[in-house]
T-cell receptor, first 112, second 112 residues
Framework: TQLLEQSPQFLSIQEGENLTVYCNSS?????LQWYRQEPGEGPVLLVT?????EVKKLKRLTFQFGDARKDSSLHITAAQPGDTGLYLC????????????FGTGTRLTIIP | DARVTQTPRDKVTEMGQEVTMRCQPI?????VFWYRQTMMQGLELLAY????????DSGMPKDRFSAEMPDATLATLKIQPSEPRDSAVYFC??????????FGPGTRLTVL
């Protein structure tokens, strides 16, 4: 059973466009993280959100944690080819547990 | 620039053979995680250690997989005997702060 479902699974858009990817669960998480993974490399942590309703910005990337801490979204403004990669959300069920459950992933391709 | 290192980067072996994957965590990090990534299952946690002690290996098939930390600079994941269904990319990650995991580049394992 996959606890974290990401959508869309694949997304291919033109450079300069905006996009949003989603991470949804029926479970509550104490915190949620977003990672980006490039081919042949391990995932790299982008952000951690811990409070329901929290919004964090990282340059052109905006991350939001749902009020009920069951879902999250990642919005990219003016996408660039360097944004291409596999985006993974990961949730921590119990604070301090350190175990993360990873989502199914969104493979994003930005076309120059 | 401190990084998690993994060896080998690629391993091709025949069914029934023993496979040992090695990980050098970032110096000073006290938690080490082993993950497996496949297209079908995504990124799954196999085991993790804190201060070299195994905390959770519930994600690991016990009959053929074993994970150890002989010392603070080395973590190993062993499969004996290997099977074709073990083919995947295996990642090691290390961390110090709560919920901060730095991933290595992975070992791509192919079992024929």
């Amino acid at each position: 059973t996959q606890l974290l479902e990401q959508s869309p699974q694949f997304l291919s858009i033109q450079e300069g466009e905006n996009l949003t990817v989603y991470c949804n669960s029926s479970s509550v998480f104490s915190s949620l993280q977003w990672y980006r993974q490039e081919p042949g490399e391990g995932p790299v942590l982008l952000v951690t959100v811990v409070t329901g309703g929290e919004v964090k910005k990282l340059k052109r990337l905006t991350f939001q944690f749902g009020d009920a801490r069951k879902d999250s979204s990642l919005h990219i403004t003016a996408a660039q080819p360097g944004d291409t990669g596999l985006y993974l959300c990961a949730g921590e069920k119990n604070f301090g547990n350190e175990k993360l459950t990873f989502g199914t992933g969104t493979r994003l391709t930005i076309i120059p | 620039d401190a990084r998690v290192t993994q060896t080998p980067r690629d391993k091709v072996t025949e069914m029934g053979q023993e496979v040992t994957m090695r990980c050098q965590p970032i110096l000073g990090h006290n938690t080490v995680f082993w993950y497996r990534q496949t297209m079908m299952q995504g990124l799954e946690l196999l085991a993790y250690f804190r201060n070299r002690a195994p905390l959770d290996d519930s994600g690991m098939p016990k009959d053929r997989f074993s994970a150890e930390m002989p010392d603070a600079t080395l973590a190993t994941l062993k499969i004996q005997p290997s099977e074709p269904r073990d083919s995947a990319v295996y990642f090691c990650a290390s961390g110090l702060k709560h919920n901060e995991q730095f991933f290595g580049p992975g070992t791509r394992l192919t079992v024929l």
